[in-house]
């Protein structure tokens, strides 16, 4: 009997490596080697460079220096990014806590006791024992094996999710780079906008000012001066709505940058600011769904599933608990730490399940209707990325026919006003033809400018439909090996 407990520790140590349940395997359920049907090519003066990978400061591409302040400084302050990190750090120490489930536990118990034995305890002996207080100290140990490698898949399941958290930290880096580019291109659309409708309202203020002069002057009616005052009154009523639309913009980029609006002011950003990027890398949607954040986010959660499945699995299976203490047992305190009083106790013990009311087995197939779910969530997220890529594409495509179009409306615009200026001039027309012209040169710049600024957000769209990077920004991955 004495080899027992060491033969028996030897057995469950050489079963410990045992791991019951499915082995997590990469899906592979990428076939598409393009995103279009037109296979992904564009017309104009944007490229893409297909299978080249997007750098990681893509941002930079858009070559305005004021946006690279802004971004460093929204990476330096801004809380969901802050919150995002701890969540990882939180996650990385529960695979730690998880880790620590292999190993014996080990702990100091005190006891301190009153106690009386009836009578029967001794038999037909015609003595007993007096109340009496009783005084325990000493270590205790014990240590459950991991035979079936449940424990062992609880710690791949929270590895799987410190991965999650992870790459939810990469989807947030992402998500906040892109949106600081998007309200800084708001931000200058609306600049530009408001420039050119200011512009707009002094010409308005002009051809009143020269329509009253023509009323004054019996070349006139009362009519072509409600007229102009009309249009002067409809062009400042535009205004406000674009001074709204860049305050917002303002506001929700301090926000992004861990200010409030009223403790940061962001630098005067201008549309000629901005580099429209002429070369466009694409990764092939092979690459796109190892280094899109969510996509490996969805594959994180899937792995999470699979190690689900495995502990549910190894409850099945029998448990065998070890334990052991050494105590120091007094009647008095000051009898503690004495080798004579000293005992101690070893024990194994073995439970099986037998009968659960098929709650064990219940368990173990809804973790695997949670692996299909799983499974099946990770596939749309492949696919909603790929129509991501596709839109923003199609988007790029369609902004370089609008921006032509809008081209070619200006050119005509200011063709037309210098013909109505030249006839005005001659004497064939009067000044409201004029007038009107340059209304309509104004409003096609308005266009122009628009279509300008969705350009360039629409480029910004694309590197983020690619997931932004190509790998994780900068963090510490969760140790594997260990």
Avoid at 25 to 36: A, E, F, G, K, R
Avoid at 273 to 285: A, E, G, I, W
Avoid at 422 to 443: F, I, N
Avoid at 450 to 462: E, K, V
Wanted: proline fraction near 5%; include cysteine; hydrophobic fraction near 40%.
């Amino acid at each position: 009997m004495k080899y027992s407990i060491p033969l028996l520790l030897l057995c469950t140590s050489t079963l410990n490596g045992c791991m019951v349940g499915p082995d997590f395997q990469h899906p592979d359920v990428v076939t598409q080697t393009h995103y279009n049907t037109d296979a992904d090519l564009l017309n104009g003066d944007q490229r893409l460079a297909i299978g080249q990978q997007i750098q990681a400061q893509w941002w930079t591409l858009f070559a305005s220096k004021s946006l690279n302040d802004v971004i460093q400084q929204a990476l330096q302050n801004n809380h969901d990014l802050a919150a995002a990190k701890e969540t990882v750090a939180q996650a990385n120490e529960f695979v730690q806590a998880e880790r620590g489930g292999l190993l014996p536990q080990v702990a100091m118990t005190g006891t301190v006791g009153r106690q009386k034995y009836g009578a029967a305890l001794f038999g037909p002996a015609d003595f007993s024992i007096p109340p009496f207080t009783y005084y325990e100290l000493g270590p205790e140990i014990s240590w459950s094996p991991d035979l079936a490698g449940g424990k062992k898949r609880g710690i791949e399941r929270q590895q799987a999710m410190a991965e999650y958290q992870l790459h939810q930290l990469d989807a947030a880096y992402v998500s906040l780079t892109a949106q600081v580019v998007q309200q800084t291109l708001a931000i200058a659309t609306a600049q530009s906008e408001i420039a050119i409708t200011q512009q707009l309202i002094n010409e308005d203020e002009k051809n009143l000012k020269l329509v009253q002069t023509a009323l004054q002057g019996g070349v006139a009616t009362q009519v072509d001066v409600l007229t102009a005052q009309s249009q002067l009154d409809a062009d400042r009523a535009t205004l406000p709505a674009l001074k709204q639309k860049q305050s917002i913009a303002q506001h929700a980029l301090a926000i992004l940058v861990g200010s409030a609006p009223a403790d940061w002011t962001p630098p005067n950003f201008s549309l000629n600011d901005f580099h429209l990027p002429q070369q466009l890398p694409l990764s092939l949607p092979s690459e796109l769904v190892r280094q899109r954040p969510d996509i490996l986010s969805a594959e994180a959660n899937l792995h999470a599933a699979s190690a689900t499945i495995g502990v549910a699995t190894a409850n099945l299976y029998p448990q065998v608990n070890l334990t052991g203490n050494i105590l120091q047992e007094a009647l008095t305190p000051s009898g503690l730490l004495k080798s004579v009083n000293s005992a101690w106790a070893l024990a194994a013990g073995l439970t099986a399940p037998m009968y659960q009311g098929g709650r064990l087995t219940a368990e173990k197939h809804a973790a695997e209707h949670g692996y299909q779910a799983a499974l099946a969530q990770y596939k749309q997220t492949i696919l909603q990325s790929f129509a991501q890529v596709a839109d923003s594409l199609q988007a790029l495509q369609h902004d370089h026919e609008e921006f032509e179009a809008q081209q070619q409306a200006v050119n005509t615009a200011h063709s037309f006003l210098q013909l109505s200026r030249k006839s005005y001039q001659a004497g064939s027309t009067g000044v409201l033809p004029v007038e009107d012209a340059t209304r309509q040169a104004y409003r096609t710049q308005l266009g122009l400018v628009r279509s300008q600024g969705q350009r360039l957000a629409d480029t910004a769209q694309l590197f983020t439909a690619l997931g932004g990077s190509p790998v994780q920004q900068s963090h510490d991955t969760p140790d594997q090996s260990r």
